[in-house]
C-alpha cells in the first residue's frame, strides 16, 4: 500500500468532522452563547451585590442561592431528560433562565432591591441550571459522529468564553450599568434556546414508561453503579473536589494576588485559559487506546495549580504552569466525556450523567468553606501544599483501579446515526 493509500484509508475510517453536521453547529453555537453568559454571570453578580450594598457577605448569600438548587435537583433533571428528552428540558431550562436575569435586570433598575428578591431569582436560576446540565451529555452523540472531536471543540468554546465572560461583564458595567449586563445574559440564553430549538426533531427515544419517579432514580442509580470504572472515577474525583479542587482557588487567588498583584493574578488566570485551549486541541488530535489511562496522566500536571502558589515561585513559572496545568485539566475533560458517552446506553445517558454532576460539584462548596479555617490554622501555602501532594495520590488510586486501566475506545463512538449534515 502507498502512502496516499494509506492516508485515504484513515481519512475514510475516521469519522467524519463535528463541523459537517448542521446539527453541531447549532449545538455548538447555543452551548457556546450559554457558557458566555455563565461567565458573565459572576462578575455582573458581585457587582450589582456591592452596588446595592449587601457587601461581600451578600455575594456569598446570593452564590449559594444560586448552587444549593443545582446540586439538590441535578438528579432529577436527569430523570426528567430522559423522560421528555434533553433537547425539550435545556430549551425550557433556557426560558427559565432568561426570564429570571430579565427579572433581575428590572430589579436593578429600580433603587431598593431587597436581597431575597434577587436570591430568589438566583435560586430559580439554578434550578434550571439543574434541569440544563444533564442532557448536555445525552446530546453530543446525537449531534456528531466522532465524538472525541466535538467534546474537545466544545472544551475549547468553555475556555474561552470563561476567558471573555468576565471581560464583556466588565465592560458593560463599565460603559452601560449592572442592569443592562443582566440583559445581555438574558439575550445570550435567549440565544441558546433559539439554537437549540431546532433540535427537538432529532430522534430520541423518549423513557414513556410509567414508573414513578424515584423508580427512574433508582434505574440511574443502577447502571451508575454498575460501571467499576464509572463510580470508581467519580468516588476519586468526590475527594480530589474536597481537598484539591476546594481549596485551589480562594487559596491560590490569595496567594497569587499577594505574590504577583492583582494584574499579574489576571495574566496567571489567563495562562490558565490559554492551557484549556491547547489541551482541547490536543484533544482533538490525540486519540489513546485507553483514554481515562491518558487523561488521568495528563491530570498529573493539574498539581501545579496549587503547587506554585504554595512554593511562591516567580511569575514566569507560576505563567507557564497555568498553561500546563490548564492543558492537563481540558484533556482529561475531552477524554472522560467521550468515556462515558461512548460507552453509556443513550437511553439511560442523562440520568446517568445527572450522577456524575452530583458526584464531582457536592463536595467542592465543603473544600471552599473549610479552606479559610485551614489556611488560619496551617497557613494557605501548606495547605496548598497538602492539595497538591493528596492530587498526586489520588490520580495513582485512580489508575490503580483495573477497571479504569482497562476501559479502552468503544468499537463505535458515536452510539446513533447522525443526520442533518
Not at 452564590?63 to 443545582?70: E, G, V
Not at 476519586?236 to 496567594?255: I, K, R, T
Not at 484533556?331 to 450522577?355: C, D, E, K, N
Amino acid at each position: 500500500m502507498t502512502m496516499d493509500e494509506a492516508t485515504a484509508q484513515r481519512e475514510q475510517d475516521s469519522p467524519p468532522s463535528p463541523w459537517r453536521s448542521s446539527r453541531f453547529r447549532l449545538f455548538f453555537t447555543a452551548r457556546s452563547t450559554s457558557l458566555l453568559a455563565d461567565g458573565m454571570l459572576m462578575v455582573s453578580l458581585t457587582t450589582a451585590m456591592l452596588g446595592a450594598g449587601y457587601g461581600a457577605a451578600g455575594v456569598g448569600y446570593a452564590l449559594a442561592a444560586w448552587m444549593a438548587p443545582i446540586v439538590l435537583l441535578v438528579l432529577f433533571g436527569g430523570v426528567l431528560a430522559d423522560r421528555f428528552t434533553p433537547q425539550v428540558m435545556m430549551v425550557g431550562a433556557d426560558v427559565v433562565r432568561m426570564v429570571a436575569m430579565l427579572a433581575l435586570a428590572v430589579l436593578l433598575i429600580g433603587s431598593d432591591v431587597e436581597l431575597w428578591h434577587i436570591m430568589a431569582l438566583l435560586a430559580l436560576s439554578g434550578a434550571a441550571t439543574a434541569m440544563f446540565q444533564p442532557g448536555l451529555a445525552s446530546l453530543v452523540p446525537q449531534v456528531a459522529e466522532d465524538i472525541q472531536r466535538a467534546n474537545a471543540l466544545l472544551r475549547i468554546s468553555e475556555a474561552i468564553c470563561t476567558l471573555l465572560g468576565p471581560g464583556v461583564a466588565g465592560l458593560l458595567v463599565a460603559y452601560w450599568n449592572v442592569a443592562g449586563s443582566f440583559v445581555v445574559i438574558a439575550a445570550a440564553y435567549a440565544m441558546s434556546a433559539l439554537g437549540l430549538a431546532p433540535l427537538r426533531r432529532l430522534s430520541t427515544a423518549k423513557d414513556e414508561s410509567d414508573d414513578p419517579m424515584w423508580h427512574r432514580l433508582a434505574t440511574g442509580w443502577h447502571e451508575f453503579r454498575s460501571r467499576s470504572w464509572l463510580w470508581g472515577v467519580i468516588a476519586v474525583w468526590a475527594v480530589y473536589g474536597l481537598f484539591v479542587f476546594g481549596p485551589a482557588l480562594p487559596l491560590g487567588a490569595a496567594l497569587l494576588t499577594e505574590q504577583h498583584g492583582a494584574s499579574g493574578y489576571g495574566w496567571i488566570a489567563s495562562a490558565d485559559g490559554a492551557g484549556t485551549i491547547v489541551g482541547g486541541l490536543l484533544g482533538m488530535r490525540v486519540r489513546p487506546t485507553r483514554p481515562l489511562v491518558a487523561g488521568a496522566c495528563a491530570m498529573f500536571f493539574f498539581t501545579l495549580n496549587p503547587l506554585a502558589p504554595a512554593l511562591g515561585w516567580s511569575f514566569t513559572v507560576t505563567a507557564l504552569t497555568g498553561v500546563v496545568a490548564g492543558c492537563g485539566f481540558a484533556f482529561w475533560g475531552v477524554m472522560w466525556a467521550t468515556s462515558v458517552q461512548s460507552h453509556i446506553p443513550l437511553a439511560v445517558l442523562s440520568r446517568v450523567s445527572a450522577y456524575d454532576v452530583a458526584g464531582s460539584i457536592m463536595v467542592i462548596p465543603l473544600g471552599r468553606a473549610l479552606a479559610g479555617p485551614a489556611a488560619d490554622a496551617y497557613g494557605a501555602d501548606r495547605v496548598l501544599l497538602f492539595s497538591s501532594v493528596i492530587g498526586i495520590a489520588l490520580i495513582g488510586v485512580m489508575l490503580s483501579i483495573p477497571a479504569i486501566r482497562a476501559l479502552g475506545r468503544a468499537p463505535k463512538e458515536s452510539p446513533a446515526p447522525v443526520g442533518g449534515r
